[in-house]
């Protein structure tokens, strides 16, 4: 642990539901003051009445992740009635449809990167120069397994991979400053959230209407997300013990690194590399 962050102040984008609300909470546990930042603001308020019913202390904003002057405004906020932010969780984002590469429009996959990836730059950039200049700090962005494996989900998926990598060099460029702040990135597989209780939640671009093959694609998601998905609070709970180590991958399905080996794999034999034997 780089400092003192224990009953320190925690920013979630994201925070209303699902990842964002189980980082929250063991957060919470570990006596964080919290700012959530959403834009769904009556989930957004529904999570903050909770949490503070819970003897938590939480300010809820709505701001949008892709607007800079929001955030920042929304920093403003924070620090005035908080203090100096500890903890940074960039972890708003959004899915998309499963369809071929080409046939997605190009405005979907600008919409997807505006949240997965200039969201989580535009999100550092509104928080961390304060954050370096207390020299303190620990910043999680949200990635994904499909952000160091490949998905079928092509706007997420590599944006997703775009993000990791964002971590990555994040990361790298604070270490070479010599600053204490560290960085570590979130890698989630299936993560229970509110697709359980409200399936046709609008988290597709611009909220069109599903066909019947994305309709039934989603019911299998969310029959597979009751099934075999983490609960959220178990993945806050790695990200609330990544704050104090220097862990930079938090892979909360280790089994899931398996696909990671095989694409290195399929890398190291395209290159012409002779095999290698790992342990996973």
Same mark, same amino acid.
């Given at each position: 642990?780089?400092?003192?962050?224990?009953?320190?102040?925690?920013?979630?984008?994201?925070?209303?539901?699902?990842?964002?609300?189980?980082?929250?909470?063991?957060?919470?546990?570990?006596?964080?003051?919290?700012?959530?930042?959403?834009?769904?603001?009556?989930?957004?308020?529904?999570?903050?009445?909770?949490?503070?019913?819970?003897?938590?202390?939480?300010?809820?904003?709505?701001?949008?992740?892709?607007?800079?002057?929001?955030?920042?405004?929304?920093? #403003?906020?924070? !620090?005035? *009635?908080?203090?100096? /932010?500890?903890?940074?969780? %960039?972890?708003? $984002?959004?899915?998309? +449809? &499963?369809?071929?590469?080409?046939?997605?429009?190009?405005?979907?996959?600008?919409?997807?990167?505006?949240?997965?990836?200039?969201?989580?730059?535009?999100?550092?950039?509104?928080?961390?120069?304060?954050?370096?200049?207390?020299?303190?700090?620990?910043?999680?962005?949200?990635?994904?397994?499909?952000?160091?494996?490949?998905?079928?989900?092509?706007?997420?998926?590599?944006?997703?991979?775009?993000?990791?990598?964002?971590?990555?060099?994040?990361?790298?460029?604070?270490?070479?400053?010599?600053?204490?702040?560290?960085?570590?990135?979130?890698?989630?597989?299936?993560?229970?959230?509110?697709?359980?209780?409200?399936?046709?939640?609008?988290?597709?671009?611009?909220?069109?209407?599903?066909? #019947?093959?994305? !309709?039934? *694609?989603?019911?299998? /998601?969310?029959?597979?997300? %009751?099934?075999? $998905?983490?609960?959220? +609070? &178990?993945?806050?709970?790695?990200?609330?013990?990544?704050?104090?180590?220097?862990?930079?991958?938090?892979?909360?399905?280790?089994?899931?690194?398996?696909?990671?080996?095989?694409?290195?794999?399929?890398?190291?034999?395209?290159?012409?590399?002779?095999?290698?034997?790992?342990?996973?």
């Amino acid at each position: 642990m780089n400092g003192n962050r224990d009953n320190g102040v925690a920013v979630i984008t994201g925070g209303a539901n699902g990842i964002g609300e189980g980082i929250a909470e063991a957060l919470a546990a570990r006596g964080f003051a919290l700012a959530l930042i959403d834009i769904q603001e009556d989930q957004l308020a529904r999570t903050v009445d909770r949490l503070q019913g819970e003897g938590a202390t939480v300010l809820g904003l709505r701001a949008d992740v892709r607007d800079p002057a929001s955030l920042g405004a929304a920093a #403003e906020e924070i !620090r005035a *009635a908080l203090g100096p /932010v500890t903890v940074l969780c %960039a972890n708003a $984002g959004s899915g998309g +449809r &499963e369809r071929p590469a080409w046939e997605i429009p190009l405005d979907e996959w600008r919409w997807v990167y505006d949240l997965n990836v200039f969201g989580a730059i535009a999100t550092v950039q509104a928080f961390l120069p304060s954050m370096m200049q207390a020299g303190v700090g620990h910043v999680i962005i949200t990635a994904s397994m499909q952000g160091i494996t490949t998905g079928r989900m092509g706007p997420y998926a590599s944006s997703k991979h775009a993000a990791a990598s964002f971590a990555e060099i994040l990361g790298a460029d604070l270490a070479r400053q010599g600053s204490a702040v560290r960085v570590s990135c979130l890698c989630p597989s299936f993560t229970q959230n509110s697709m359980l209780k409200n399936p046709d939640q609008g988290w597709l671009y611009r909220d069109e209407p599903l066909t #019947e093959a994305e !309709r039934e *694609a989603r019911q299998d /998601v969310v029959r597979k997300l %009751a099934e075999f $998905g983490k609960p959220a +609070r &178990e993945v806050g709970e790695l990200v609330a013990d990544s704050v104090h180590t220097d862990r930079f991958w938090l892979i909360p399905e280790p089994a899931a690194v398996e696909r990671v080996w095989q694409r290195a794999e399929r890398v190291s034999t395209d290159a012409g590399l002779p095999p290698r034997v790992a342990n996973v």
